[in-house]
């Protein structure tokens, strides 16, 4: 079994930044063996992919992104703590939603149906 506890979101205007963490968790839960993503859901929405990454034992270098974030998301992992952040910089009143941190095992892909660990999720609210 794999926790995961997504934190960081919140209210900010538009051309703002956040920073979204997700710490994951789990008996034999190692980040060198799942691929982590995020996802976002807005209201009346479908759940959408947004960013995913693979890390080795030693570093984190292998990405994809959604093409209305590129540019703008980052993400990146720190193995050794088993933590994934999405750097958001100017935002947009369209990024608003729930951000949900999800894990699968093997490589990186973009189907939200891939993922098999979910987080609870963080609003995330761009407004002015």
């Known amino acids: 079994q794999v926790q995961l506890v997504e934190s960081g979101g919140g209210l900010v205007q538009p051309g703002g930044s956040l920073r979204l963490s997700c710490a994951a968790s789990?008996?034999?839960?190692?980040?060198?063996?799942?691929?982590m993503g995020w996802f976002r859901q807005a209201p009346g929405k479908e759940r959408e992919f947004v960013a995913t990454?693979?890390?080795?034992?030693?570093?984190?270098?292998?990405?994809l992104y959604a093409d209305s974030v590129k540019g703008r998301f980052t993400i990146s992992g720190d193995a050794a703590k088993n933590t994934v952040f999405l750097q958001m910089n100017s935002l947009k009143p369209e990024d608003t939603a729930v951000y949900y941190c999800?894990?699968?095992?093997?490589?990186?892909?973009?189907?939200?149906?891939?993922?098999?660990?979910w987080g609870q999720g963080t609003q995330v609210t761009v407004s002015s």
């Open positions: 999800a894990t699968r095992t093997g490589g990186v892909v973009a189907s939200v149906n891939e993922y098999s660990y």
């Open positions: 789990g008996r034999t839960f190692s980040l060198s063996s799942y691929a």
């Open positions: 990454i693979q890390c080795s034992r030693w570093n984190c270098n292998i990405a």
